[in-house]
């Protein structure tokens, strides 16, 4: 069934229209008419017809404007013009439509059939090509959980086939090289951190997975597992190694109203524990961080590095103790890195009692990757010379109270390393930015390009401008101008237009008043005093 609107103020060609579609095509149209450009606008809206004939001078609305707006809100329709207008300007923007055909009054009975047989071809391809994509779609449904499953048990199990991980990857358009793993578990009820019922609950999930799967995809872009007993994993890709305190906040939230949403459309209670961020490689560590934090008592969502490790859990340092502390180091977070050293300390004078190489070796290890983090970042990289430095400072250390110290002072030389090489290095940057616009204040120069030239961004390289001068870059750019204008002015050789155009400025009058306002006098007023 095909619906044709015909649109004409002459009833005499409408009766036309529709007498010669129902005697070629009868049942298999479906036919509504208007006569006024607002009329047709609200019977395209009601009826939402495939196919429409459109005469371009109707009362109100002209043709072209009412196929605008109803393009608006159906962009499949199929245009045909009938005019009696063969003017240029309407053909062109009927084109710019899409329109079909634009023919021109009188039309003969076989130009109308020909024409609503293409229509009609038109529309077919177009259902049938709604139809192929509905089709891919509901197979991608059904592969995409596939892929996910077989990538996931590929993290979580032996590398057996750790090789396909590309594969899977590449499939699945996942592009980051970190991520974290969460594990939601679902049961009855909850008795002291454990949920009950899970054979039950896990069969009810089979049931309501699709619903688990779109919940968890409403918060997080992520891969989500099968249902395993009665817990699902969800992977999500991450582009940082380390999160900041707001970003692993943020996790959190979106994680508890992700339970709560889950509780609200099944009937189960939902808890969920989160890893760390890891590397593809070591995402198996995350899920297990994930596991430790879903048996924590009394919290229905919980994030590894929110728990306090029981002291036999590590036989190092936890590992979020030390990014925390490479981070706010890196960072120049004095509180950040305050906390992390006391509790890194504290973690040591637990676990490494009596073993005071063991506390040394590991101060001197978290001052080399800190090192390595400053190298990393663009700035160079801390003198190799130091580093025997450290052991002769260390040998003479005899307490962790002396250790700490020693730590102390040598995270924030390696910190004031960081920060003297940054300012050296936005000094070069700036050093270069207004050579750069010395010797092209002349020419039409812009922002992007000053920034282009000393490869920085524009909203950074506009920042640092200010930060380091303490001038937006147009008023630096005035200023070398106006200052190059003052040195021409002296010379009487110049008139006044070509001062003007030697300082950078294509219009005299402009020209006029911003050296006025810089100067107080407009450039003739100031050859004038000199």
């Known amino acids: 069934m095909y619906r044709i609107m015909l649109a004409d103020d002459e009833g005499i060609m409408l009766e036309a229209l529709r007498n010669i579609i129902d005697s070629n095509f009868g049942d298999e149209c479906e036919i509504e008419s208007a006569k006024t450009g607002r009329a047709v606008v609200e019977l395209a809206e009601r009826f939402r017809p495939d196919i429409a004939f459109m005469d371009i001078q109707m009362p109100g609305l002209n043709g072209i404007q009412a196929m605008k707006e109803i393009q608006k809100y159906n962009s499949n329709i199929v245009f045909i013009v009938i005019s009696a207008y063969d003017k240029f300007s309407y053909a062109k923007e009927a084109i710019n439509l899409g329109v079909l055909e634009y023919l021109t009054k009188p039309v003969n009975k076989r130009v109308i059939i020909d024409v609503c047989m293409k229509a009609m071809r038109k529309v077919d391809e177009a259902r049938q090509k709604r139809s192929d994509d509905l089709e891919i779609r509901e197979k991608l449904e059904t592969v995409i959980p596939i892929l996910e499953s077989g990538y996931l048990y590929n993290l979580l199990l032996p590398d057996a086939f750790h090789n396909y991980n590309d594969k899977y990857r590449q499939l699945m358009g996942i592009e980051e090289k970190y991520g974290f793993m969460i594990v939601i578990e679902f049961g009855d009820n909850d008795e002291n951190g454990i949920l009950t019922n899970a054979v ?32 699902v994993v969800l992977m999500v890709p991450s582009e940082k190694e380390i999160l900041a305190y707001e970003e692993r906040v943020h996790i959190l939230t979106r994680t508890r109203n992700m339970v709560h949403k889950l509780e609200t459309r099944i009937d189960s209670r939902f808890r969920a524990g989160i ?223 070509e001062v003007c155009v030697r300082s950078g400025y294509g219009d005299p009058n402009y020209f006029s008043r911003i050296f006025k306002k810089y100067e107080g006098v407009t450039p003739s007023e100031y050859r004038e005093r000199l």
């Open 200 to 231: 039950g609950a896990g069969v009810r999930a089979e049931k309501y997975y699709s619903e688990i799967r779109e919940t968890a995809r409403e918060f997080f872009r992520c891969l989500v597992g099968p249902v395993m007993g009665n817990r």
């Open 275 to 497: 890893g760390g961020v890891k590397k593809e490689e070591n995402l198996r560590e995350s899920y297990g961080e994930a596991l430790q934090a879903l048996r924590e008592e009394d919290s229905h969502v919980v994030h590894i590095n929110d728990i306090s490790l029981p002291p036999d859990s590590e036989e190092d340092v936890p590992e979020a103790l030390e990014n925390r502390y490479l981070h706010s180091a890196v960072k120049q977070d004095v509180a950040g890195m305050t906390e992390s050293v006391d509790r890194i300390f504290g973690w040591m004078e637990k676990n490494y009692e009596g073993q005071s190489d063991e506390m040394k070796l590991k101060a001197l290890e978290l001052l080399i990757r800190l090192e390595q983090k400053a190298a990393q970042g663009g700035r160079p990289a801390y003198r190799r010379k130091n580093r025997s430095r450290y052991l002769h400072e260390l040998q003479g250390i005899t307490d962790i109270r002396m250790l700490k110290d020693w730590f102390w002072e040598q995270t924030r030389d390696i910190c004031r390393n960081m920060k003297t090489a940054k300012e050296r290095q936005s000094e070069t940057i700036m050093e270069k930015a207004q050579t750069y616009i010395r010797e092209h204040f002349q020419k039409d120069l812009t922002l992007d390009e000053v920034s282009r030239a000393v490869d920085i961004s524009p909203y950074y390289f506009s920042k640092l401008f200010k930060q380091e001068t303490g001038e937006n870059f147009i008023e630096y750019l005035t200023k070398v101008r106006i200052g190059n204008a003052k040195e021409l002015l002296k010379n009487q050789e110049y008139s006044i237009k």
